[in-house]
């Protein structure tokens, strides 16, 4: 009953278990419960008997065994663990359970060869429903129990992958002599038997294989031109300051953006959207557009940066590098961009509209700053300290990138502008920031009052004469248009005039009626139980009609909801009794 | 609140109870007493039957008249037999 077969060679822990729970007597003297287990180990016994003879005993015992675990574990499993914690017991679930890295059986080779090895892969193959090297001895095996090798069948899969797993991983599992070539031999096989169905799919369908996305190299000229066209779309045709627009100085340092900094955040719909609004003229527009952002945000960097000095000589570069590339209105454009936030009121205006939508802002500053921007570039010299002593605050100040925007764009602008005419612009717009806000706000907010407030006394007038002058009169009148409507026909105007008589009459007696029975009830409140009782004095409720339906029937939705005590969610009862 | 749908006589119907009104109405004929606050409620009710068997009784009274329209005397004789009826005591 010994393993005599490769097993010997392994000792590890898991065969050895199996060793000892095949050589010990299977039938527990124990329980009438294990009856069941113990038919079930006999009956599977019986194949594995008829084995003995042949080497495939050991396979089959093992897969026996394993189906007599599979099954026990299956009747624990459903009897709720009928069966006490025996050594028996615990061994299987421990084989059942544990990874079953010597399952490997790696020495499972199929190999036509040595009969042994070729037995159990080959019948762990046929058991696992893999068809390609069966050997005719051990189909019957196979079909002896096949319900009970269904579930097992599963397990053993996930086994097999993480057989094969290990089996690529190169586990140090022992028949390593014969291992080697075995597992080679055994994963190729397996590989023939278990990797074969996934690769056929895509040879024999290449059209489900996938693919890498085929990736083209953007065309920054492309790109640029249509930038171009869209811009040409979009912004007005003014051209005044246009400068012949030279390619980009290759030796123009793009730092690395910082993603987060605010003024970059800023930036990037910034430009955006003063691109597509000036006009560009060219492709090298486009490119200076692309190369003023990555520059400007290196400017950027720095302004935020406590180099001071290192920002002047950036934004003077930039400037520089601006002055030689300007091409045409897209330069005026944002030369006027940056121009106009320069100015105290223009510069209010331009918050305004840079919260408003940052596109329209920009066209309009750049139409208004144009003028400007001339008139501004011959000064700058002088305030380039103070621009920068303005930029930190400037960046510090704005919450909205938007503002960081103009700064940013503005120096971008202004090709024909000195170097410092975007501090100096900074630094007017400082100025023209602090009052533009609250000016600003004051607008916008006063703008949707304003209609509003007209319509207003329109809509009060008409509800006032009646109500103020008799509110007594103005109540009783509601219960006579009630009373015209039940009455659905014409009525005179002095049958109106009655019925509000004899409304009034009517509330007399019914506040004498509720006086009493509340006095009655020995109360100052009238209740609704006063009301209720009244009413079927007055021969309203009857012992057909209950208050209730009344209510329902007279009362609109909201009314019925508060009178009529009703279950609610939560255990809960409103109007609470 | 909820309007009448039906412009039976080219007049929207308010569905809305005057609580204001009912409450300041009973504070003033019985300062001495509370009202609850379903009570006005249940007043109104009574408010809408009381107007409701008024106007019925009306409108018999005119039929019987052979009128077309209600007439004062309809509604004087109506109300004499409703308010009878409505008579809690």
């Not at chain 1, 599977?44 to 495939?56: A, G, I, N, V």
Request: proline share 9%.
């Amino acid at each position: 009953m010994a393993d005599s077969g490769s097993p010997d060679s392994e000792p590890t822990t898991r065969t050895l278990l199996r060793r000892v729970l095949d050589t010990a007597d299977p039938s527990t003297p124990r329980r009438p419960r294990s009856a069941r287990a113990g038919a079930q180990r006999a009956l599977l016994e019986t194949p594995s008997s008829r084995r003995l003879s042949s080497q495939t005993k050991t396979t089959a015992r093992r897969r026996s065994q394993r189906i007599r675990s599979i099954g026990k574990l299956a009747h624990v499993q459903a009897s709720g663990y009928l069966e006490e914690q025996t050594p028996r017991t615990l061994l299987k679930n421990i084989l059942l359970t544990a990874p079953e890295s010597s399952i490997v059986m790696p020495k499972s080779v199929v190999k036509p060869g040595p009969a042994p090895q070729v037995v159990q892969p080959s019948s762990r193959e046929s058991s696992r429903g893999s068809l390609e090297l069966q050997l005719p001895e051990l189909e019957p095996p196979t079909t002896l129990a096949p319900g009970l090798l269904a579930p097992g069948r599963r397990k053993q899969r996930l086994r097999l992958s993480v057989f094969q797993e290990g089996m690529d991983k190169g586990l140090p599992l022992s028949q390593e002599s014969r291992g080697n070539a075995d597992a080679s031999s055994l994963t190729s096989s397996l590989n023939l038997t278990f990797a074969t169905p996934l690769q056929p799919q895509s040879v024999q369908r290449p059209g489900l294989a996938r693919r890498p996305p085929t990736r083209r190299a953007v065309d920054v000229g492309a790109f640029l031109q249509d930038l171009r066209d869209t811009s040409l779309a979009l912004a007005p045709p003014g051209e005044s300051l246009t400068a012949p627009v030279a390619t980009l100085p290759t030796d123009t340092v793009l730092e690395d953006t910082q993603p987060f900094s605010q003024p970059l955040v800023g930036r990037s719909p910034s430009v955006h959207h003063s691109l597509p609004c000036p006009s560009h003229s060219g492709a090298e527009d486009a490119e200076r557009a692309v190369s003023h952002r990555t520059r400007s945000t290196g400017p950027r960097l720095q302004n935020n940066s406590p180099g001071k000095p290192a920002q002047l000589l950036a934004g003077k570069a930039e400037v520089d590098a601006l002055a030689m590339n300007f091409p045409n209105t897209s330069s005026s454009i944002f030369g006027e961009v940056g121009v106009e936030p320069l100015q105290d009121g223009v510069g209010g205006e331009a918050e305004e509209r840079t919260e408003k939508s940052l596109s329209m802002s920009k066209v309009k500053e750049a139409a208004r700053a144009r003028g400007s921007a001339r008139a501004q570039e011959p000064e700058g010299h002088t305030q380039v300290t103070e621009a920068e002593g303005s930029q930190g605050a400037i960046e510090t100040k704005e919450p909205e990138g938007s503002s960081g925007d103009c700064p940013t764009s503005s120096r971008r602008v202004s090709p024909e502008l000195a170097s410092s005419t975007p501090e100096f612009l900074q630094a007017k717009r400082i100025q023209g920031l602090e009052p533009a806000p609250p000016p600003s706000t004051a607008v916008l907010p006063s703008e949707p009052l304003e209609p509003l407030s007209a319509r207003l006394p329109p809509r009060a007038r008409t509800p006032g004469p009646k109500a103020c002058q008799n509110p007594y009169k103005t109540g009783l009148s509601h219960y006579a248009k009630l009373f015209s409507f039940y009455a659905k026909m014409p009525m005179e105007k002095k049958a109106l005039e009655m019925v509000e008589k004899c409304l009034d009459k009517y509330f007399q007696h019914l506040c004498d009626d509720l006086e009493m029975f509340a006095a009655h009830a020995g109360r100052k409140t009238v209740r609704p139980e006063d009301l209720e009782l009244l009413m079927r004095r007055q021969g309203l409720v009857t012992d057909q009609v209950s208050l209730h339906v009344l209510v329902e029937r007279h009362l609109p939705l909201e009314y019925r909801q508060l009178l009529i005590p009703c279950a609610f969610s939560g255990n809960s009862v409103f109007p609470a009794q | 609140m909820v309007l009448s749908t039906t412009v039976s006589q080219r007049k929207h119907i308010k569905r809305k109870a005057p609580r204001g009104f009912l409450k300041r109405v009973f504070k003033r004929q019985k300062p001495h007493l509370r009202l609850e606050t379903s009570g006005d409620l249940l007043m109104h009710l009574n408010c809408l039957l009381f107007v409701h068997r008024l106007a019925e009784e009306s409108r018999t009274n005119a039929c019987e008249n052979k009128c077309g329209i209600i007439k004062k005397e309809h509604v004087l004789a109506a109300a004499k037999v409703i308010l009878k009826k409505s008579r809690g005591s």
